[in-house]
């Protein structure tokens, strides 16, 4: 599966942006997506995740009630809402599909670029 992130930019704390995930080479629809983030000069940190036919989310605590994953299968594409952010929400935002609906990073098999998403005070 290839994955290509987008939809990342300068919004001020407050505002909201939405990311997409566009996937190809395989079935969409078998894979888990899970959302990633990077701080500069932190770990790679969970954001949250979807399972293959949308049934099913789970969010890290920091952003949940404010960040809102979906996907839409016939378009082969992720959705992160990301609304109410925050500075500290600034990082490089990942996607990744993988056969496991997970937390862990390494349970996911495919990786796009990265958007970087900055928020400012």
């Known amino acids: 599966v290839q994955l290509q992130a987008s939809g990342g930019g300068l919004v001020q704390a407050g505002g909201s942006l939405r990311l997409s995930c566009a996937a190809s080479?395989?079935?969409?629809?078998?894979?888990?997506v899970g959302w990633f983030r990077q701080a500069p000069g932190r770990e790679r940190e969970f954001v949250g995740a979807?399972?293959?036919?949308?049934?099913?989310?789970t969010y890290a605590d920091s952003v949940k009630g404010r960040f809102t994953i979906a996907r839409d299968n016939a378009k082969d594409t992720s959705f992160l809402q990301m609304n109410s952010l925050k500075p500290e929400d600034t990082a490089v935002y990942y996607c990744?599909?993988?056969?496991?609906?997970?937390?862990?990073?390494?349970?996911?098999?495919?990786w796009g670029q990265g958007t970087l998403v900055t928020v400012s005070s």
């Open positions: 979807i399972t293959g036919l949308g049934i099913s989310t």
């Open positions: 990744a599909a993988g056969f496991s609906y997970s937390k862990d990073s390494y349970s996911y098999d495919y």
């Open positions: 080479g395989r079935t969409f629809s078998n894979y888990a």
